[in-house]
């Protein structure tokens, strides 16, 4: 069955260094997300992507965060400068076009790390 | 603004014994809700999910009937098995929604069954 993949599984890093999050949609879905969840709290939507550009964000979803989908595959979350709070699991997910269904796939996430 | 409360956790369980998850919700018009389930390991799985006032969602032995007087959703079980054990999410989609609309969720419930 097919699956959302996510790569790393967890990542480790210095404040203020730039990480970037890996995520393989299904190969047929249209729309991307990405959700995060800090240790204890909610999981939290971060942006929803389509057609190539943002469709929604969050407040979370600030000038350090931007999503690419570079190779028509890989779909990406960077952060470009980590703070000691964006420690959480990201979530990836994907759904599939509107005339097969509604369902939002996840992946199985990255366990983010700031030091 | 829409929010999910869902009970704290943890849940732990003898094999057979019966599961209550309580879930709330906050929002205008008429969200749709979902459970989603993480197994050990896992990404988010969609459970079961329910469109409107007093539609019942079931799957696996799990039931949650969209209750609009109450704004509640709640999960139940009649008989837990250990292969259960999970933690579960309670989650609302906004209405209207369109294709993109993201997903708001609770804080989950971590749920241990015990033989």
């Known amino acids: 069955e097919p699956e959302v993949t996510q790569t790393p599984s967890h990542q480790v890093t210095q404040m203020g260094q730039e990480v970037i999050l890996r995520c393989v949609p299904i190969?047929?879905?249209?729309?991307f997300y990405w959700y995060r969840q800090i240790l204890g709290q909610k999981v939290e939507f971060l942006v929803s992507?389509?057609?190539?550009?943002?469709?929604?964000k969050s407040e979370i979803f600030d000038d350090q965060f931007s999503v690419e989908r570079p190779d028509g595959s890989n779909f990406t979350l960077k952060i470009r400068s980590t703070k000691l709070e964006d420690s959480a699991m990201y979530f990836c997910?994907?759904?599939?076009?509107?005339?097969?269904?509604?369902?939002?796939?996840f992946g199985p996430g990255t366990r983010l790390t700031v030091l | 603004g829409n929010s999910v409360t869902q009970m704290e956790g943890p849940v732990t369980l003898s094999e057979e014994a019966f599961l209550t998850i309580n879930c709330t919700y906050t929002a205008t018009g008429y969200p749709s809700l979902f459970w989603y389930v993480q197994y050990p390991g896992e990404g988010l799985q969609l459970l079961l999910k329910a469109t409107k006032a007093d539609d019942k969602g079931s799957n696996k032995g799990f039931e949650a009937t969209y209750r609009k007087e109450t704004t509640s959703f709640h999960l139940e079980k009649g008989s837990v098995q250990v292969s259960d054990s999970a933690v579960y999410f309670c989650a609302l989609k906004r209405s209207p929604n369109s294709g993109n609309t993201p997903l708001v969720f609770g804080k989950g419930t971590r749920l241990s069954v015990i033989a």
């Open positions: 190969s047929n879905h249209l729309y």
């Open positions: 997910a994907s759904r599939a076009p509107d005339r097969v269904g509604d369902e939002q796939f």
């Open positions: 992507f389509y057609n190539n550009e943002i469709s929604e």
